[in-house]
């Protein structure tokens, strides 16, 4: 009877370590995001690849305003999202005469999928960005990042010092188990094996304590870059609080974070609308472009 019994617990924890292992592997390869139809956008547009470290092939895009751009914006989509899922936040910079490149992540969009769950994004980031320069497709530039994509934006300030300002929406992550427990919530997942095993890799195989300790020493250094954060008090994915701690440690002369009552995670657009883009336009114009209207605009911001 003893041996059935720890026959059966065995069982028990392999397939609940199985389970959890799983759980980590849907998170990391979401179900792929539909691809606008780039034929139907008003714009002219480049598609281009680059390779990752581990030789996947990575897909990106250039739009291209009607005009002589005046910067280059780098956008980082959200996760599940995809280099043309988040092109309405993109469109007003455009219509300005911004140059707008993005890339979909591995496991995304049109790039390739990787079979484990490894955590590459920062590297691909920097191979995104030299992958511009030999395309030749110049600043000044600032970049841009939705969710977990602002986490992603950010870590484009290690890579070179040619980056003039951030903005990110609903991110950065800074506080991971903060929402892994979330992402387990949201799930419905109370078993604990399956809770043990999907915590442990996420924060530490795949390496999101890292990524958390690099984003902190990475804010410290930041005093010269100008960031703009627009976050919800409501979002419960990434939370509020997460936003505080990256404007607490910032330059407050040059950061500004807009708090939405109302919306909730990747929500602050619908709820703010016109005035969303405004905030955004702004920010690039006194930053990138030096405009004495945009100055203005910006430090009125509260």
Same mark, same amino acid.
Request: proline letters at 7%; a positive charge.
């Given at each position: 009877m003893v041996g059935i019994s720890l026959a059966v617990l065995i069982i028990y924890i392999i397939h609940n370590v199985i389970k959890g292992y799983q759980l980590v592997y849907e998170g990391s390869h979401p179900n792929r995001c539909h691809l606008i139809n780039e034929n139907n956008?008003?714009?002219?547009?480049?598609?281009?690849?680059?390779?990752?470290?581990?030789?996947? @092939?990575?897909?990106?895009?250039?739009?291209?305003?009607?005009? @002589?751009? @005046?910067?280059?914006?780098?956008?980082?989509?959200?996760l599940g999202g995809s280099k043309t899922s988040i092109y309405a936040y993109i469109e007003p910079l455009l219509k300005e005469n911004y140059t707008v490149v993005s890339f979909d992540y591995i496991n995304h969009g049109e790039s390739e999928s990787r079979r484990g769950n490894k955590y590459t994004l920062e590297d691909d980031m920097k191979r995104f960005f030299y992958k511009l320069k030999a395309l030749d497709i110049k600043g000044p530039y600032g970049v841009m990042g939705f969710s977990m994509g602002a986490t992603v934006a950010i870590s484009a300030l290690d890579i070179t010092s040619e980056i003039a300002a951030v903005m990110v929406d609903s991110g950065p992550l800074i506080f991971v188990k903060e929402y892994f427990n979330h992402v387990l919530r949201s799930k419905k997942v109370k078993e604990p094996i399956r809770r043990i095993v999907f915590l442990f890799y996420y924060l530490y195989v795949i390496g999101f304590y890292k990524m958390s300790r690099r984003m902190k020493k990475r804010l410290l250094s930041m005093d010269d870059i100008p960031i703009l954060m627009i976050h919800s008090k409501r979002d419960r994915t990434i939370s509020y609080k997460n936003a505080e701690y990256v404007y607490q440690t910032l330059n407050a002369n040059k950061s @500004?974070?807009?708090?939405v009552q109302r919306a909730h995670h990747m929500t602050n657009r619908t709820i703010l609308r016109k005035e969303y883009d405004d905030y955004v336009i702004q920010f690039f114009e006194r930053w990138l472009v030096n405009d004495d209207k945009a100055k203005n605009h910006y430090n009125s911001i509260k």
């Open positions: 956008l008003p714009y002219r547009y480049r598609k281009f690849t680059f390779q990752s470290q581990d030789n996947l @092939k990575m897909w990106a895009i250039e739009y291209i305003p009607d005009q @002589k751009p @005046k910067g280059t914006i780098i956008a980082c989509h959200y @500004k974070l807009i708090t």
